[in-house]
């Protein structure tokens, strides 16, 4: 059991790194575009 919670935590927060580095990634497109002069 306590094995089955270390794992689900680490899952969790390795779901939460991938999260974070999309949104991270999304913002810099974003800004690029914005940057960029039609």
């Known amino acids: ?3 089955k ?3 689900l935590q680490a ?3 390795k779901l939460l ?3 974070q580095f999309y ?3 999304e913002i810099v497109t974003t ?3 914005q940057e960029t002069p039609s």
């Open 17 to 19: 790194i991938t999260q």
């Open 5 to 7: 919670t270390i794992i």
């Open 31 to 33: 800004f690029f575009i």
């Open 23 to 25: 949104y991270e990634k």
């Open 1 to 3: 059991m306590r094995i």
């Open 11 to 13: 899952f969790s927060q």
